[in-house]
Antibody, heavy 114, light 107 residues
Framework: QVQLVESGGGVVQPGRSLRLSCAAS????????MHWVRQAPGKGLEWVAV????????YYADSVKGRFTISRDNSKNTLYLQMNSLRAEDTAVYYC???????WGQGTLVTVSS | DIQMTQSPSTLSASVGDRVTITCRAS??????LAWYQQKPGKAPKLLIY???SLESGVPSRFSGSGSGTEFTLTISSLQPDDFATYYC?????????FGQGTKVEIK
């Protein structure tokens, strides 16, 4: 069955970096665009970034542009989110999701706090 | 950027009620709209895609309608498992935008 498993979350100080991973299985990962979506505690869903199936195009929310980088390794069926210059307002559960929203991971919590 | 506005923010209903949630886009998105259900501590679950297509495995009491800028999600007869938060989402552009969510509570 399809699985998306995020990892890499944790507690990090403001201004530091963190890299999230999303391991995919059960579907042809290299055929799908992939997204990162986040949800701050008690808040709604916020789209973060998307990457084309082949990595050729990437788009970001204004709130993370210039600080976050989405990437993928189709040979490893893995999606990444490199997060730099982290701020308190980046605290959230981060989900990876397939294009069209059919498959989602369970989420990984990122807490930015001193 | 396309903005999505959901109403109401909270809805109190009883088991067996017919429930309708509305979503409005700031510009036309054709039928590129999805609806999700989310329960506490869980990932969103796709219910409806392309405005009115029911995702496989989703009960038929869920239905979606609309096009352009006005969309609705209807639950024909609310069941205990349906108490959750619902989000609309546009995917007309390369990016996604979510509505702010509608929490369906027990009356």
């Amino acid at each position: 069955q399809v699985q998306l498993v995020e990892s890499g979350g944790g507690v990090v100080q403001p201004g530091r970096s963190l890299r999230l991973s999303c391991a995919a299985s059960g579907f042809t990962f290299s055929s799908y665009g992939m997204h990162w979506v986040r949800q701050a505690p008690g808040k709604g869903l916020e789209w973060v970034a998307v990457i084309w199936y082949d990595g050729s195009n990437k788009y970001y929310a204004d709130s993370v542009k210039g600080r976050f980088t989405i990437s993928r390794d189709n040979s490893k069926n893995t999606l990444y989110l490199q997060m730099n210059s982290l701020r308190a307002e980046d605290t959230a559960v981060y989900y990876c999701a397939s294009d069209q929203g059919r498959w989602w991971g369970q989420g990984t919590l990122v807490t930015v706090s001193s | 950027d396309i903005q999505m506005t959901q109403s109401p923010s909270t809805l109190s209903a009883s088991v067996g009620d017919r429930v309708t949630i509305t979503c409005r886009a700031s510009q036309s998105i054709s039928s590129w709209l999805a609806w999700y259900q989310q329960k506490p501590g869980k990932a969103p679950k796709l219910l409806i895609y392309k405005a009115s297509s029911l995702e496989s495995g989703v009960p038929s009491r869920f239905s979606g309608s609309g096009s352009g800028t006005e969309f609705t999600l209807t639950i024909s007869s609310l069941q205990p498992d349906d108490f959750a938060t619902y989000y609309c989402q546009q995917y007309n552009s390369y990016t996604w935008t979510f509505g702010q969510g509608t929490k369906v509570e027990i009356k």
